[in-house]
């Protein structure tokens, strides 16, 4: 966060995404991302395990996780993961793939957060004919 700000001060108002809204404090202030979670329309999605946690700068970072709806496991889906700084307006690489681990569980992998401050990681699930957006909101200390 203030890694971001003092990005765009540099910037002054040349980039554009520096005139955006940035992402609330309190939407990112974890200390760890084990339980953590967010819904999208369809799917819910909660943190089970991460190494390390809290998250660190790097392409280290693997996070385990569940799927559900209306609180059931949710098998058999596929995802495409993208992490993004949205402030800065740029991405990572490679993004990050998932493997199904059982009863509803996946591990994303790897997490390549390249530089410290406020990351969306999107996570879009498919189940069957179901597809969703889930993004989980990270703040990676320098
Ligand atoms: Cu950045």
Redesign the pocket.
Known sequence: MK??LA?CALAGLLLPACGEEEPAVEDAPLTSVVGAGSSGEVFALTIDDAIPDPPIRGDVNAWSFSLTRDGEPMTGCTFEIEPT?P??G?GTNPNPSATELGEGRYEMRPLNF??P?VWHVAVRPTCDTLSDEIVLIVDIES
């Open positions: 890694h971001a990005l700084m402030s800065h740029h390249i530089m401050g």
